[in-house]
């Protein structure tokens, strides 16, 4: 079935280090795919999204190319900050009406 | 002003028992869904509700049983509460069963089984 498959975490990294998570798909079609990022103790917030191939998705400096011939949606952001500390799950859209998650990449970042 | 609601917030039983959670959205959204997260933060989808239909309901024990009385609630009873129910279980809502819609979460229910 269609599903994602990103990096393991935890990711670790100084505060200003450039972030890349990674993240590809499998699917029969061409869902939208999205990032959703959750601060402890809260909810999944949606950060960004693309619907189709070469679509790119930003949100608070945080940006993913929709790549079809790599089926990848790396996440990128080039100067990450304390309060990006989160879990990030990367996740498409599926013909069951639903999201299906990646597990999650846990990142830290260091003053 | 809260978007997506669930309670209890928290929620700690015995092994066996019966409960219930709750959820609320007043987006206006007509697809509600039931996520099941585990200690290893996977998040996997339960149940996913449009116009109080059920769409989806994945390989779930029959223990679960969702009940949507109007397309604003998607509330959650599970009978008979097992050690390994033990999870943060989300709540979410979007408009319609377009895949271009974002889901909007709840803050989670954390279910501890004693």
């Known amino acids: 079935g269609d599903s994602v498959t990103q990096m393991e975490g935890p990711v670790t990294l100084s505060e200003e280090a450039f972030l890349t998570i990674n993240c590809t798909y499998t699917a029969t079609g061409y869902p939208s795919l999205f990032w959703y990022v959750q601060y402890p103790g809260e909810g999944l917030q949606l950060l960004l999204k693309a619907t189709k191939a070469d679509d790119k998705g930003s949100n608070k400096g945080f940006e993913a190319t929709y790549r079809k011939e790599t089926t990848s949606f790396h996440l990128e952001k080039g100067s990450v900050q304390v309060s990006d500390s989160a879990v990030y799950f990367c996740a498409l859209y599926y013909s069951g009406y639903a999201l299906n998650f990646g597990k999650g990449t846990s990142l830290l970042v260091t003053p | 002003d809260t978007a997506v609601s669930q309670t209890p917030k928290y929620l700690v039983t015995q092994m066996g028992n019966d409960k219930s959670i709750k959820c609320e959205q007043n987006?206006?959204?007509?697809?509600m869904y039931w996520y099941k997260q585990d200690s290893k933060k996977f998040l996997k989808i339960m149940f996913s509700?449009?116009?109080?239909?059920?769409?989806i309901n994945e390989t779930v024990p029959n223990r679960f049983s969702p009940k949507s009385p109007d397309k604003a609630h998607l509330n959650l009873h599970i009978n008979s509460l097992e050690l390994g129910d033990s999870a943060v279980y989300f709540c979410a809502s979007s408009q319609g069963r377009d895949g271009n819609q974002p889901q909007h979460f709840g803050d989670g229910t954390r279910l501890s089984i004693l």
């Open positions: 987006l206006g959204h007509d697809t």
């Open positions: 509700y449009n116009n109080k239909e059920l769409i």
